[in-house]
């Protein structure tokens, strides 16, 4: 065994002990602060969704119902639209406030965060990608990652997969999985679309039960009182890729207009897909909703709030299974 590994630990152990402790969630201040949790799947380890998903997407129902109660104790938990409405209107702010988010409209949230959204009556804002509610859709990294899981010899045909195509020869790992994904991100979501199409992706899967939420569930949530449903594009094309002027109208415009049109309430706010923008993509944001979350870490003050790029605490199980790690998160420290 390497000796450096506990020592490793107990540096980490330390440091998240200090984080805990000693993050600004713990400390006093007359500026009130903001803090928004970003969360994007909620599965039990058992569910057979949880084995092929990237270890930085998924937080099981029981850590996700202990980060509320630790956040109860710590923050006034807020929505995120009424947060930004009192800080507008120069009403007092709690001192320490925390918004919950969920990013792309995954059925589990459905499943398994309202019901605990409901116990503990907990407000939160949920993005959806505009096109995808009620269809069959996959986002790309999940149909490469079950490729490899089924080590379909399919992704040798094209050499935009030739990273993912070695994985089948060794066994699966997701973290192995995430690191051909994060290179797949050099390509944009049409080119890595049309790779897996060239190869007739389909044929190589078993058809699965949806994956994202209908119009029903999602209305359903919006109906709970306790979420509120926000945009994250049309088809969750990464918005920083060089893509035409009418792609983007389209996907930051046009997801706004369609959710509008079936859930019957304004959308007023944005979410950049992987946290990706530039400045031309801001300015247009900026005209279209009243505020956006970004994937950047930190915590957002009201005295310097850049309301259209709202930095947000990434929550996954391994780094948050414990108080003491979600505390450590909380510290924006890391
Ligand atoms: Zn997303």
Known sequence: MDPITPVKQLAKFGFSLAASQF??????????????????????????????????????PEVFAMHLREAKKLFELVSLSDWLAKADSGQA???KACAITFDDGWLDNYQYALPIL?????????FAVADKVGTPFRFWPNIVSELIAVKSVALQ?????????KQIELPYSVERVAGCIAQLKAHTEDEVFAALESIDWSTELVTTAPALMDWH?????????LVEIGSHTCTHRRLNRGLDASLVEYEISTSKAKL????GKN??????P?????????????????????????INRVGNLHRHELLRIALHNDASDTPTKFRARLSGWR
Request: hydrophobic share 35%; proline share 5%.
């Open 23 to 60: 993050g600004e969630h713990n400390r006093s201040s007359s500026e009130a602060k903001l803090w928004v949790l970003m969360y994007h799947r909620i599965l039990p380890k058992n569910d057979s969704r949880f084995a092929l998903e990237e270890p930085g997407m998924v937080v099981t």
């Open 93 to 95: 702010l709690p001192a």
């Open 118 to 126: 409901q116990e503990q009556q907990v407000p939160a804002t949920l």
């Open 157 to 165: 045909k094209h050499p935009l997969l030739a990273e993912a195509a």
């Open 217 to 225: 569930q999602l209305t359903a949530l919006q109906h709970s009182g």
């Open 260 to 263: 509008e049109k079936h859930l």
């Open 267 to 272: 959308i007023d706010l944005f979410c950049f």
């Open 274 to 298: 992987n946290g990706d923008y530039n400045s031309d993509v801001l300015q247009r944001v900026e005209q279209t909703y009243q505020a956006a979350v970004t994937t950047r870490g930190g």
